[in-house]
Each structure stands twice: as C-alpha cells, then as structure tokens.
C-alpha cells in the first residue's frame, strides 16, 4: 500500500456478525477515531442534532441537524463532532449489501452506496427515517428483525434521496469494476487488462458503466487515482515529485495538471488548505 491512512475493519473491532451493527457513539472506540482514518465496511453516522463538522475523501462539511453522512467502503473520513451533537453509527458490511442487491435487483444498491455523501433532509422526511431508526435501536438483539429494518432504511434514504426508486437492473459490471481499480489503479493498462479478463467488447463496456455512474472508465480510473493523491498529499510530508512518481506519472508538471483538473487547486494548494 502507497497510503498510511489506517484501515480498520469489523474483527478488529471484536464484531464476530459480519452483517451488520450499530455503534453507539458513547460506547470507548476500539480505534483512534480523531485521526484521518478508513474501514473495510460501510458506515451511516446518522446526526438528529449537529454541530461540528465532517471530512470526508478530503470534502469538508458542517453537520448539520437531521442529516445522515455516507462513508462508503474503503473512503477515507474524520468525524469531528462537538459536544452537543448527538447520533449514533450504523456499520454494514458489504456482504449484506451484495445479499440485499440479491434480494432486491430493482433498485442499485451497490451503485448508490459506493458514493460517499452528506445527504440532508427537512423535518418531515427525517422523522419519517426516525420511525425506522428508533426501531432499529430497540432491535439489535433480534438479528433478522434488525437485518430486515436495515434494508428498509437503505431503500428509504434511496427513496428520499432519488425522489423515485432506481428502477434499472443492477449491472455486475459495474461493481467488478469498481473492485478492480481498487487493487490496480496504479496499472496504465488497467482499463485494457479489466476488458481482456471479462472478455467484454470495449463499446458495451463503455456504455454499461456510462449508464449507471454517468462516469466513462478513464474517469472513474483518474477519481480513484485523485483520491489516492489526496491522501498521500494530506498523510504524508513526501514531495509532490515523489508523490507523483509514487502514482505512476511521468513527471511532476504533468500529475499536478491533472490534480488540478480534479480539485480545481493544485497539490500545493490542497495540502496548505487541509494538512
């Protein structure tokens, strides 16, 4: 790994189910949430009441009331929560996600959770979602009740979120993709080495994962390589040429043309507005 943000996941929290658990903000955490950390999981942190503010993949914002942050699989985040704020987390592995997308094909599941997010909602829908939460709270101890109330709130925030729910079928694809990169966004090639592993022409390829992220593959290869950028800009104190050169680049000049096109601030920039 060319990243020192620590990854952290549920055995290492002493959670045995791999589904799903709620994490009481008042409990002691098994890990060091004041530092710019990652989990393997995914995480809902649901705030009732704000204050403080939120990094997520290097995107800072206040929390505010009635809003619910998305940390999806492997984005980095620090929750900086003030005193007075209250809420509560509830992690999901993507195990449970994949069986609910089984479950459920008519809507993208695996597509909509992928993106990180602070999603906001007015009085009337968040008391809606706080039926559901307030339920799931009092339920933990019965497993498959708990499990079930879960994919209603998924499929609720989807609802509230999307206006109408995702009525196109779910593509492997896209998902094969996504974990693709994750291990091989360092590869030039990886685009070309992902389309000769499935055997899928280039132009359907295009057009799967344009209709479902709105995103064309070189994209979504140049968010992942931005993302790794961002951390070791913020984490570590290497130069830009070494950091560069740590992504693949050819020479500074040109990694910081492309950071820059992703950020609209160039590397120097980014590190003096957040480090």
Known sequence: MITQVPVHSFKEM????????????????????EEVHSHDFYELLVFPKGGGRHTINYHREPIRDHSIHLVSKGSTHLS????????FTI?????????????????????FYSQPGFFHFNTSEFAELEILLNE????????????????????????????????????????AF????????????????????????????????KKVTGLTPLQMLHQRLHLEAKKLLYNTNHSIKE??????????????????SQEDLSPSE?????K
């Open 91 to 111: 992690a999901f592995s993507d195990m449970y996600l994949s069986q609910l997308q089984q479950f459920d094909n008519s809507i993208d599941y695996r597509e």
């Open 178 to 209: 996504r974990d693709y990169l994750s291990q091989h966004y360092l590869d030039k090639t990886a685009i070309d080495d992902f389309l000769e592993k499935t055997k899928l022409s280039k132009v359907v390829f295009n057009r799967k994962i």
């Open 270 to 274: 980014f590190r003096k507005k957040y």
């Open 14 to 33: 002493g959670i045995d189910e791999v589904m799903a658990k709620v994490i009481h903000w008042s409990e002691p955490s098994m890990y060091n949430i």
């Open 136 to 175: 799931l709270m009092k339920n933990e101890a019965n497993r498959s009740y708990f499990l079930n109330l879960l994919a209603s709130i998924l499929c609720k925030i989807i609802v509230l979120k999307k206006n109408t729910v995702l009525t196109q079928k779910t593509d492997d694809t896209v998902s």
């Open 243 to 260: 950091i560069a050169y740590r992504l693949n680049f050819d020479d500074e000049s040109y990694f910081c043309r492309f950071f820059k």
């Open 80 to 87: 900086e929560r003030s005193p007075d704020s209250e809420g």
